[in-house]
Each structure stands twice: as structure tokens, then as C-alpha cells.
């Protein structure tokens, strides 16, 4: 392929990525590697056409390996790796007494949640319980 067909086959990659579709940064390293390419034979790197293919895939393969998930993280504000999946652990304030094995609804963290009292003592009114486990919607909490 001549030069500038590399060029044009890059910016539509780029832009198909860019404007058309998300797909999370794959299609920015085949429109870079096709950039390359052409840049190669534009000064003067004269390869055959199964060279200059061979090129593309190689260069495409090394990026995607070498920098994309650094990358995507750092543009896509990738997660705090001290994030925590669970909420076991935390406490929660029950809003009406709570018996032993039965269930209540309270707020916590902006949303109403089912609380369910797994432990043997009752906690009241204004307490704080300690969340034991998450099952669904539900909280399984003991007294502190």
C-alpha cells in the first residue's frame, strides 16, 4: 500500500475510536501502528506489502501489550486500588429495636437497607450494629 493510504486507514481508526465507538483504547493502537507504517514508507523504509502488513500486526501487538492498560488507566481515571468491595466491617445505626433473627429497615450510605440482627442479643433503638455480612440488599449485622 502507498504511504498515504496507511495515513487515511490511521485516521479512520482514530477517529472510529475518537467519535464512533468505545473500544477502550484497542482501536488507538491499530490507528497509531497504521500511522507508523505509513510514516516508514513515506521516508523512504520501501517494504512489501506483506512487510508492511507484518509491520502493522507487530507494531499493534507490542503497543496493546506494552502500554495500553497503563494507559486507558491513566485517561480513564482508572479505580483506587483502596477501594473496598465489601462493606463488612462498617457500622450502621438502627433505627427501631431490633430482635434476634428478625428484620428492620434503616439508612445507610443515602439508601434504605434491609438490616437483619444474626446475633443472639437485642439491639436497640439508636444503637450501632456492626455489619457482619452483605446477602443482596440485605445487611447482617450484630450488636457492637
Given amino acids: 500500500m502507498l504511504w498515504w493510504h496507511w495515513m ?12 464512533a465507538i468505545d473500544a477502550q483504547f484497542y482501536l488507538v ?6 500511522a507508523v507504517v505509513g510514516l516508514a514508507e513515506l521516508f523512504g523504509l520501501a ?16 503497543s496493546f501489550f506494552t502500554f495500553r492498560k497503563t494507559l486507558y488507566e491513566k485517561i480513564r481515571g482508572g479505580g483506587s486500588t483502596a477501594y473496598r468491595e465489601t462493606i463488612a466491617g462498617e457500622t450502621v445505626n438502627i433505627q427501631e429495636d431490633l430482635a434476634a433473627g428478625s428484620e428492620s429497615r434503616t439508612e445507610f450510605r443515602g439508601t434504605k437497607w434491609t438490616v ?13 450494629a456492626r455489619v457482619v455480612k452483605v446477602d443482596g440488599l440485605t445487611l447482617h449485622v450484630e450488636a457492637e
Fill in 8 to 19: 487515511i486507514l490511521g485516521a479512520v481508526i482514530l477517529g472510529a475510536e475518537l467519535f
Fill in 29 to 34: 493502537f491499530l490507528g497509531i501502528s497504521a
Fill in 47 to 62: 517494504l512489501p506489502e506483506w512487510g508492511q502488513w507484518t509491520a502493522f500486526a507487530t507494531l499493534s501487538l507490542i
Fill in 116 to 128: 437483619r440482627n444474626t446475633g443472639a442479643a437485642v439491639i436497640p433503638a439508636g444503637a450501632r
